[in-house]
T-cell receptor
Framework: SQQGEEDPQALSIQEGENATMNCSYK?????LQWYRQNSGRGLVHLIL?????REKHSGRLRVTLDTSKKSSSLLITASRAADTASYFC????????????FGKGTRLHILP | DAGITQSPRHKVTETGTPVTLRCHQT?????MYWYRQDPGHGLRLIHY???????DKGEVSDGYSVSRSKTEDFLLTLESATSSQTSVYFC????????????FGPGTRLTVT
């Protein structure tokens, strides 16, 4: 079974709008990370939020973490065409720091 | 970008042949990972290494073996390739205690006919 599940699977929005993606997970985590993947490329790390943190910002990115609900959200504000990509959440399970489990991703398409 | 390369970038091989993919890093990172990415499955961990000659299995390790004789190189071998191993393979590295951010290579597209 999947540790991290992103929602929605696909999202299309107009340029300039905000995009929100969600991630739910099943077991207690050490931290949760978000990655971006452009078509045909490797994943790029965006942001890491630890289990004792509730919110984190990086530029136009805002990540929240609710450990009671076992969920996280990634908000991209003022979207741009270059934000078109797949976004993955990844969880590091508590006491298993040696590996990360990735979700299946959300495909984000920014419409001009 | 982190100094991580994969070779070959593309390969077509026949069922039953052995295949070795190479991941090379210049960052002196301790942790190295091999993933496969398939439509509908996301990214799945095959094997990982936490030091020279120290490796462990991931969730989809059957049919794959790995070796790490030097810090900078992590090899993934398909002992006898099958069509179900047609995939895109990514190598990743991490310098922190495993749970930190990972840096990914550009990927290898493998087709088994």
């Amino acid at each position: 079974s999947q540790q991290g599940e992103e929602d929605p699977q696909a999202l299309s929005i107009q340029e300039g709008e905000n995009a929100t993606m969600n991630c739910s997970y099943k077991t207690s985590i050490n931290n949760l990370q978000w990655y971006r993947q452009n078509s045909g490329r490797g994943l790029v790390h965006l942001i890491l939020i630890r289990s004792n943190e509730r919110e984190k910002h990086s530029g136009r990115l805002r990540v929240t973490l609710d450990t009671s609900k076992k969920s996280s959200s990634l908000l991209i504000t003022a979207s741009r065409a270059a934000d078109t990509a797949s976004y993955f959440c990844a969880t590091v399970i508590m006491n298993r720091d040696d590996k990360i489990i990735f979700g299946k991703g959300t495909r984000l398409h920014i419409l001009p | 970008d982190a100094g991580i390369t994969q070779s070959p970038r593309h390969k077509v091989t026949e069922t039953g042949t052995p295949v070795t993919l190479r991941c090379h890093q210049t960052e002196n990172h301790r942790y190295m990972y091999w993933y496969r990415q398939d439509p509908g499955h996301g990214l799945r961990l095959i094997h990982y290494s936490y030091g020279v000659k120290d490796t462990d299995k991931g969730e989809v390790s059957d049919g794959y073996s790995v070796s790490r004789s030097k810090t900078e190189d992590f090899l993934l071998t398909l002992e006898s390739a099958t069509s179900s191993q047609t995939s895109v393979y990514f190598c990743a590295i991490s310098g922190l205690a495993g749970g930190g951010e990972q840096y990914f290579g550009p990927g290898t597209r493998l087709t088994v006919t």
